[in-house]
């Protein structure tokens, strides 16, 4: 497991940057309802979005412009309809601008981002391009509308198109900065196109010249996308090449990255150059450190490191606990890791659900289930991710009993199995030769409205020809009916 600075970097680096437009937590009054029944209602009944739009404007209801955050709720709940957010979208803004409020102000530019960030994010570019000529006009487009046009271009893999959406800004009479430039590099590195966010770099350096933080963006991408420490090591020699002097979150980057693949000697290197350069680690870098050196079996070092960290003015959290309880977890020293725990309390800090995962992933199925127990008096979970990582453990140690019991665990904390928890339980099961009882899950799974899988479909219609003499041949190919006669059919969730 990475040490925890992998995850707080990116929040860094690049979420701040690529954030999905989020509203307020959605508020299921009745206006709400109404509001997004209304829209759906003219979305599917009219013959296209001029009508639908016609058909909302000679309505009596309306959506009242002096309550927009009405709107922003109600593209939220509608981001998966790309065109009702979209209609949405037109009509808010119709109704705005002949309500008598103050010009277009009226309309908030989270509602006019939401409805760009969901038409990109359905692959809908026509209407995401539609929502920009409309702010366009209206005289309210940002530089926030087009760098989501970028991100979502990013995410869907359309390199070029996202890099000639940059290039576009000037047309729209959007400034096209370094600012931008870097959250277009930012958005092509969380898509894993990191080849290309240095390619750009570089080969627009004459417009944007190199700085450390552009190199750090690519620096971040091969340190915790990929975690490729020789690209790693090129970029690093690229920057001196480019004559950019490294800064702190350079090394902070570099420390991070080889702490996580085991380096110690690199790491404690690149610590002592920060340093010598003037740079002060931060709570990350002395976590990193901490974890490489628990992962290497050099605890008494990593427990002076702890306490140099108090001493430098930090404060120890839960992370720098974690980066000690997680390498001794995978090192099989779980006394250990419980007394590191039993101190990290005993100070008043509290075990996150990544602290507990640590454990189960060791645990036998006994304490496994008594560690669960924990988790829910402590209110640390367990979540969705917590059964689907049990499951998945219990299966490859070949002990498919236990991880129907993790299965059965799930309802008692009040989960329902999705998707991904019914095939690791049905593929298990299938690897492992019990196919009778995979078709027990596969028949609840579809019962309970999830997609066949042909794979499987093929695998279990194969079995029961294999064994229809077994199953005495009830039916052709139907799985469910040639079941029923041998199975009790398992209750559908509610």
């Known amino acids: 497991m990475a040490p925890p600075l992998s995850a707080a970097l990116r929040r860094h680096l690049l979420l701040p940057h690529l954030r999905s437009p989020l509203p307020p937590a959605p508020n299921d009054d009745g206006e709400l309802t109404s509001f997004v029944r209304h829209i759906s209602q003219a979305s599917s009944a009219a013959s296209s979005p001029k009508d639908a739009l016609d058909y909302l404007l000679s309505s009596s209801f309306r959506p009242s412009p002096a309550a927009p955050s009405l709107l922003v709720r109600a593209l939220w709940e509608l981001r998966r309809d790309p065109e009702a957010a979209a209609l949405a979208l037109r009509w808010g803004d119709e109704c705005s601008a002949t309500s008598g409020a103050e010009g277009t102000e009226s309309l908030p530019a989270e509602a006019w981002h939401l409805a760009v960030w969901a038409a990109g994010r359905a692959g809908r570019f026509d209407l995401a391009w539609a929502a920009v000529r409309w702010m366009l006009r209206r005289g309210v487009l940002t530089r926030r509308a087009m760098v989501i046009l970028m991100e979502r271009y990013a995410a869907a893999n359309e390199v070029n198109k996202a890099v000639k959406t940059f290039d576009a800004m000037e047309r729209f009479k959007v400034e096209a900065d370094q600012t931008v430039f870097y959250s277009l590099l930012r958005a092509l590195c969380k898509s894993k196109n990191i080849e290309d966010a240095e390619e750009l770099l570089l080969t627009r ?290």
């Not at 020699?237 to 480019?242: D, G, K, Q, T």
């Not at 001493?311 to 779980?334: A, F, H, R």
Request: aromatic share 10%; hydrophobic share 35%; net charge positive.
């Open 205 to 494: 350096k004459k417009f944007f010249p190199l700085t450390a933080e552009g190199f750090n963006i690519v620096l971040d991408g091969w340190c915790n996308i990929f975690t490729d420490v020789a690209e790693v090591k090129r970029v690093w020699r690229e920057m001196s090449n480019c004559c950019i002097t490294p800064d702190g979150t350079s090394y902070t980057l570099m420390v991070c990255c080889f702490s996580k693949v085991g380096n110690l000697f690199d790491t404690l290197r690149l610590y002592d150059e920060m340093k010598k350069r003037g740079w002060t680690p931060g709570i990350g870098v002395y976590n990193s450190l901490v974890y490489v050196l628990t992962r290497e079996n050099c605890m008494k070092d990593a427990k002076n490191v702890l306490s140099k960290i108090a001493d430098e003015g930090l404060q120890p959290d839960v992370e720098t606990y974690n980066s000690i309880i997680v390498p001794l977890c995978e090192s099989y020293k779980l006394d250990e890791a419980r007394k590191i725990m039993e101190e990290m309390i005993m100070k008043g800090i509290i075990p996150t659900i990544s602290t507990y995962h640590a454990f189960l992933k060791q645990e036998g199925i006994d304490e496994t289930l008594q560690l669960l127990k924990k988790m829910k008096e402590d209110g640390c979970g367990p979540n969705s991710d917590t059964f689907l990582m049990l499951i998945d453990k219990f299966i490859q140690l070949n002990e498919s009993g236990n991880a129907l019991r993790v299965w059965n665990e799930m309802r008692r904390y009040d989960l329902r199995p999705a998707y991904v928890h019914y095939m690791a339980v049905i593929q298990g099961l299938v690897k492992h030769g019990c196919v009778p009882r995979a078709l027990e899950y596969y028949d609840e799974m579809k019962l309970n409205g999830f997609a066949s899988d042909p794979i499987l479909d093929k695998e279990f219609k194969t079995f029961l020809l294999a064994n229809r003499d077994h199953w005495r041949g009830a039916g052709k190919y139907n799985l469910i009916p040639q079941r029923a006669k041998h199975f009790t059919r398992r209750t559908r969730m509610p």
